[in-house]
């Protein structure tokens, strides 16, 4: 009997994962992440539709269901299983994405710094230029679209605004608007700006130098314990077999 059933299980779930593709736009509509447009170039949608191409045979396994016993846990399971597959691709790119961040909170500031000095005697347009040669390689193709939108309109917010948008860093964001502000105000708010724009980048590149010490700190910290784990392993390891054999004489006698 459970053999007819797997059958028309596996029927269905081949119907499901192969031909019902009306399916697909429902599930993508559900599965979708909010940010997944943030971290790729090409489009999320087609991106998603990889995804889920790749993870629907998954689905194929509900034909061992009646195997089981229609268990709730195995179908579960088999769920649980087709979202891992379907998450796997985004949460490399999550991944990826934190270590930029990390890397773009050391690099920028160093780089904003560099900006201010050429801004003394240049342009807020004439310093991005020149200071392309020295930018970090994660800001590059975003500098180059900022450079690119100043020069056609040098008054609105909107390019500042969109400078390296994806990271959602208020940092940055707040360095472009005093950025903004130091191009389209007169002269004589502009040392003000400058000074603001110094005390900014200032305390970001502290406290970035101060939380990648205490990250290493505590990396040693860990490796420090694992000694002290090892000791204490075979301490209880010991005691066990002291333990195990006191109580063996005790059976003996």
């Not at 846990?73 to 930029?100: D, I, N, S, T």
Request: aromatic share 12%; with cysteine; glycine share 4%.
């Amino acid at each position: 009997m459970h053999i007819y059933e797997s059958l028309i299980c596996f029927a269905a779930c081949l119907l499901l994962v192969v031909l019902n593709k009306s399916v697909d736009g429902f599930l993508l509509d559900l599965l979708i992440e909010g940010d997944l447009h943030e971290l790729v170039h090409e489009d999320p949608f087609k991106l998603a539709a990889k995804r889920l191409k790749k993870a629907k045979p998954v689905l194929l396994l509900i034909t061992l269901w009646p195997q089981f016993g229609y268990s709730i846990f195995w179908l579960g399971g088999v769920g649980g299983l087709f979202m891992l597959v379907y998450k796997q691709a985004y949460l490399a790119l999550k991944r990826v994405q934190k270590q930029r961040v990390n890397q773009l909170k050391f690099q920028f500031p160093i780089w904003l710094r560099q900006l201010q000095i050429l801004i003394q005697t240049n342009t807020v347009v004439t310093s991005l230029i020149l200071s392309t040669q020295t930018a970090p390689q994660l800001i590059q193709e975003d500098l180059s679209i900022l450079i690119a939108e100043i020069e056609e309109d040098a008054i609105h917010l909107t390019p500042y605004m969109n400078f390296l948008k994806a990271y959602r860093l208020s940092e940055i964001e707040r360095a472009m608007k005093l950025l903004y502000r130091y191009n389209t105000v007169g002269k004589e708010d502009a040392y003000v700006q400058f000074n603001r724009m110094i005390q900014t980048t200032t305390k970001w590149l502290r406290s970035e130098r101060s939380s990648r010490a205490e990250s290493k700190l505590m990396f040693f910290q860990w490796w420090g314990m694992l000694p002290l784990l090892g000791v204490t392993v075979l301490f209880m390891a010991i005691m066990f077999e002291i333990i195990i054999n006191l109580f063996g004489e005790g059976v003996k006698l």
